[in-house]
C-alpha cells in the first residue's frame, strides 16, 4: 500500500511508541510505502530516500492504487523557502509547510491530493531552484541559526544530514538520509584546497565511523548543523568552532554532487 503525507511534518519513530526516539520527519507530499500495519501505527518506507521508521496512522493519507499512480506520475514541485504559507481549502484553516516538501500535481495556485484542497500565495511559490553551487549556498543561508534537533528536517528544527538533504532536494536532487549513506554520493576530491563552494564534507568519529557532514562554502568555510546551523572555518584537520578556536569535528572526506 502507499500513502502520502499531507501535514507538515509527520515524526518517524524507531519503534511503534509516542514515546519512541524520533529518527527522522515525513515533509508535506512525500509517499510513503506501508511495510506493516499496527493499531495505532504504521511502519512506512519513506520512497524518496528509503528511510525506514514508524508513524501514527492518523497521520498518513492512505491511497488506492489507481490514485498512487495518478500522483506518482504527476509533475512535482519542491518548496525552495524555509516556510511556504497556504491554505487547507478543505477547513479554512492554514496552513504552513516547511522547505523541502513536494507539491505534486500543482494546478496554477491549487493543489488536489486525493479529496484534500490546498491553496498557496504564487508569490511565496517556487516551482525549482538552479543546480549550481552558488544557488546550494543561497538556499542554505536561509537555515542559518536554525536549532539543531536529531531527526530534524525543518527550519524549527533539523540535524546535519537532514539540513544537507533539504538543501540538496530543493535543487531536484535527491540524497540518502544520514551522513554515513551520504558520503556515498559524488565524486571524490582529494583535498580541501580543490573543493568548490556546494561539495560536501564529511566527518569522522574516534572509531572511523561517518557521523556528520556539512556544505563547503569554499575551501576554508563550511555551512553546518551543530547546535545550530552556523559558518564556520574549516581546514584539513577539520572544523574550527567559531566560539572557542578548537577543532570540533575531524574532516575524512570531501565529495562534489554538482
Not at 19 to 40: A, D, H, K, N, Y
Not at 118 to 142: M, V, Y
Not at 211 to 230: E, N
Request: proline letters at 3%.
Amino acid at each position: 500500500m502507499t500513502g502520502i503525507v499531507i501535514l507538515p511534518l509527520v515524526p518517524l519513530r524507531e519503534s511503534d511508541s509516542e514515546r519512541s526516539e524520533m529518527t527522522s520527519q515525513l515533509l508535506f507530499g512525500e509517499f510513503v510505502e506501508i511495510l506493516e500495519t499496527r493499531e495505532r501505527w504504521l511502519l512506512l518506507r519513506n520512497l524518496s530516500d528509503n528511510y525506514i521508521g514508524w508513524a501514527d496512522r492518523k497521520m498518513i493519507q492512505v491511497l488506492s492504487d489507481a490514485k498512487a499512480l495518478q500522483l506518482t506520475s504527476s509533475n512535482l514541485s519542491c518548496v525552495c523557502i524555509p516556510l511556504l504559507e497556504g491554505e487547507d481549502l478543505s477547513s479554512g484553516d492554514k496552513l504552513t509547510l516547511p522547505g523541502g516538501s513536494k507539491l505534486v500535481g500543482m494546478n496554477g495556485i491549487e493543489l488536489k491530493i486525493d479529496n484534500n484542497n490546498f491553496l498557496f500565495d504564487p508569490i511565496l511559490l517556487h516551482q525549482g531552484a538552479e543546480k549550481s553551487g552558488e544557488c546550494l549556498i543561497s538556499l542554505a543561508r536561509q537555515y542559518l541559526n536554525a536549532p539543531y534537533l536529531w531527526g530534524g528536517k525543518s527550519l524549527l528544527g533539523i540535524d546535519c544530514s537532514g539540513f544537507v538533504q533539504v538543501v540538496f532536494s530543493m535543487c531536484g536532487i535527491q540524497l540518502p538520509r544520514d551522513a554515513s549513506q551520504q558520503v556515498n554520493c559524488g565524486q571524490l576530491i582529494g583535498f580541501l584546497s580543490e573543493a568548490k563552494a556546494g561539495d560536501l564534507a564529511l566527518f569522522e568519529n574516534q572509531d572511523g565511523k561517518i557521523t556528520h557532514v556539512g556544505i563547503l562554502l569554499s575551501s576554508h568555510q563550511i555551512i553546518h548543523a551543530s547546535g545550530w546551523v552556523k559558518i564556520e572555518s574549516i581546514d584539513s584537520q577539520g572544523i574550527i568552532s567559531s566560539k572557542t578556536g578548537e577543532y570540533t569535528h575531524t574532516l575524512r572526506v570531501i565529495k562534489r554532487i554538482l
